[in-house]
Nanobody, 123 residues
């Protein structure tokens, strides 16, 4: 499966952005989907994940209550709604797909990755 992330940009603190991740080459409902982010000089960090049917999702502690992951399997697309953005949310955001039977927060459990989209939050 090929993943294409989009929707990043520059936003002021307190603002919102919605990221999209479009899949091609396979049916998105075959995969658990996740969002990760990587700030300069830091390791890639788990942001959110959602199971194949979209009923259950999990979030990293730093984004809980502010970010929402969702998916539209009919459109083969996963979304990340980001509200109340903070400067520390600045990073390249990556979407990823996992073909495993379990849901995971570990980068190593994801088989496919998008190219990333940059989110910059100004103070």
């Amino acid at each position: 499966v090929q993943l294409q992330a989009s929707g990043g940009g520059l936003v002021q603190a307190g603002g919102s952005l919605r990221l999209s991740c479009a899949a091609s080459g396979s049916i998105l409902s075959n995969y658990h989907m996740g969002w990760f982010r990587q700030a300069p000089g830091k390791e890639r960090e788990f942001v959110a994940t959602i199971i194949r049917r979209g009923i259950i999702s999990y979030y990293g502690d730093s984004v809980k209550g502010r970010f929402t992951i969702s998916r539209d399997n009919a459109k083969n697309t996963v979304y990340l709604q980001m509200n109340s953005l903070k400067p520390e949310d600045t990073a390249v955001y990556y979407c990823a797909a996992a073909s495993s039977s379990f849901i995971s927060q570990r980068t190593t459990d994801y088989n496919y990755w998008g190219q990333g989209t940059l989110v910059t939050v100004s103070s």
